[in-house]
């Protein structure tokens, strides 16, 4: 049986967005194929906590390429309890990012400094970057600054 520390969110595709991801004592993350009334009805009734509630999936095979563990049985997974040991840092506001550009004995690189400039902060069109993705998930509560 796999069991790990659950944690739900929303998928912002607009479509039905509650899920339940399920962190393995190895550190791995995998989306859980649970009901979804099942999924609503315990966050509901806070028998489902985010980083707090442990599943028992029972049997499952993990499909790599989409991230999720595929349960034989069909029935909800066991909720079989709760532990608070997970302390997330809350982290907001303007915070600075270190990037290290590494040049190589032959004075070779990947990147020139605007790209990784651009890859992290936006710039030439980029839509989609680190600041803006971090910004877009914290909803504008956390925001990366060039000093």
């Given at each position: 049986a796999v069991i790990g520390e659950v944690n739900f969110g929303e998928i912002e595709s607009?479509?039905?967005?509650?899920?339940?991801?399920?962190?393995?004592?190895?550190?791995?993350?995998y989306t859980v194929d649970a009901p979804l009334g099942w999924i609503k009805q315990k966050i509901a009734n806070g028998e489902l906590i985010s980083g707090e509630s442990q599943l028992d999936i029972g049997e499952a095979t993990i499909n790599a390429a989409s991230g999720k563990l595929i349960r034989k049985n069909k029935d909800p997974p066991g909720l079989f309890k709760k532990q608070k040991h997970r302390n997330l840092a809350i982290t907001t506001g303007n915070r600075s990012v270190l990037v290290v550009?590494?040049?190589?004995?032959?004075?070779?690189?990947?990147?020139?400094?605007?790209?990784?400039?651009?890859?992290?902060?936006?710039?030439?069109?980029?839509?989609a970057n680190l600041k803006s993705q971090y910004r877009a998930c914290s909803h504008n509560q956390l925001n990366f600054v060039k000093t």
């Open positions: 607009g479509l039905d967005s509650e899920f339940v991801a399920c962190e393995t004592a190895h550190g791995l993350t550009r590494v040049v190589l004995s032959d004075g070779s690189t990947s990147s020139s400094e605007t790209q990784l400039s651009d890859s992290i902060f936006g710039g030439s069109g980029d839509i």
